[in-house]
């Protein structure tokens, strides 16, 4: 009877031991061999942009790595990459994946959707147009594509913040497009789809720093993770940043197996008085950001008036023009005078081009042909001074074409209104002088379309240079 007893406990034990083996891997992977699966993780942070740096992406980056690998994972850590560099790694990341993996891909930085498709941006990215998106950036269905091989699959998008490049172009929107994760993906997003994550004041970002947090919680499930960040960052922000997931996944995922606690912010609030004050420093942090873009959009109106009254040929106005709407190419997210200067800025823009453009096709308005004498020149001639060899005074003569090339814009009284050295004799004292004498001459009125008009003409001058003059007294 005692033998009977002990082999039905033995039996028993070994029955209730059965379910606590098949437990033992809390990630659920249904894996049959009690192995652990490999977990690899591809980490990118980019700071250092030629516009628009950021502040905390690069620390985003390294404390997210030393994380996941106290966690298991087997970490590819890149920051501030280049375009190769990210297209290199991900390649690498997808060459160790496969069917006994979890793999995790996380980014910080500038990120951007063109219609209706996410790109990542490399720190050399040189972004002109919609077209130069596509050649400059990353593609995110690139990260996707390596996820073929593994049964469980993580990304994490710390890329939503304002960037420079939005708003330049019609179909680029704000934030990152809305994304479906395919089967065994979970995406995971800082901000609701179209909407600006915070870059954060600290260390780390705002969604990563409470990221980094919860990865560290026991007994959590991957989406369990996900919510408790949610929910710590919304309150945070006070609903003004919202994280978002889209998740396909099949099977469950542990960072961190044990335990788990419940979530402190998912907690009602006591029914005791509030004797803390409120929490202001969300509000303080979008003052310092209004005041950072209002002295902004102080800077770019002073440009803009210095650039509008700035006296130059039409080209050195144009390339001011070009400089200006280069350096004033980001949206003031809490003012519209920005693109009531930017619209004006483009005006002015097209007039200085037309401006060039009649220089370069029409230097001089045409007119009848006239021998040359005291008062009607040649048209591209003028009295101006030739150096006598051994003299020691200046003698006006008519000149061909020579060694000094002045450009002159004629007012349409026939006053020379800028005389500039396009083209010097060597000779400073020679060019000053020829300047001085072109400034105090008359030149005949121009036309455009039948009326009298301004215009630029190239003026040539030749010189007989002595081995000593002087200048006249």
Partial sequence: MNRVLIILLIGLAGLFSIPAIQAADPRGLQRQDGAADKRVALVIGNNAYRESPLRNPANDARDMAAALRKLGFDVIEKRDASQKDMNRAIAQFGEKLNADTVALFYYAGHGMQVRGKNYLIPVDAQISGESTVRAE???????????????????????????????????????????????????????????????????NGLYTAELLKALNEPGLKVEDVFKRVRARVSQRTADAQVPWESSSLTG?????????????????????????????????????????????QARMAADYHAVEQMQAAPDLKLTAWKRWQTTYGQDNPYSRED??????????????????????????????????????????????????????????????????????????????????????????????????????????????????????????ITYNKPTSFSTPR
């Fill in 339 to 460: 693109e009531r200067l930017r619209a004006q800025a483009e005006q002015a823009h097209r007039h200085a081009e037309a401006e060039q453009a009649a220089v370069t096709q029409h230097p001089a308005p045409p007119l009848k042909h006239q021998q040359p004498n005291e008062t009607n020149p040649p048209t591209g001639t003028k009295r101006v001074p030739q150096l006598i060899s051994g003299a020691p005074m200046f003698n006006p003569v008519w000149v061909p074409p020579g060694k000094l090339l002045l450009r002159v814009h004629v007012l349409a009284n026939g006053e020379p209104d800028q005389v500039l050295v396009k083209e010097s004799s060597g000779s400073n004292i020679l060019d000053e002088e020829a300047v001085n004498q072109i400034r105090a001459a008359r030149f005949q009125p121009g036309q455009r379309d039948g009326r009298v008009a301004d215009y630029w003409i190239d003026l040539p």
């Fill in 252 to 296: 469950d995922f542990y960072f961190r197996p044990g335990v788990a606690v419940a979530n402190p912010t998912a907690q009602p609030a006591p029914a005791t008085p509030n004797l803390g004050g409120i929490n202001l420093d969300d509000l303080k942090h979008q003052q310092a950001e209004r005041e950072k873009w209002d002295a902004w």
């Fill in 137 to 203: 950036a990353v593609d995110m269905d690139a990260v996707l594509d390596q996820f073929a091989a593994s049964p469980l699959n993580i990304v994490i998008l710390d890329a939503c913040r304002n960037n420079p490049f939005e708003r330049r172009w019609r179909s680029i929107g704000g934030g990152l497009a809305q994304m479906d994760a395919p089967k065994g993906v979970l995406m995971a997003f800082a901000t609701a789809p179209g909407k600006v994550a915070a870059d954060g004041d600290g260390r």
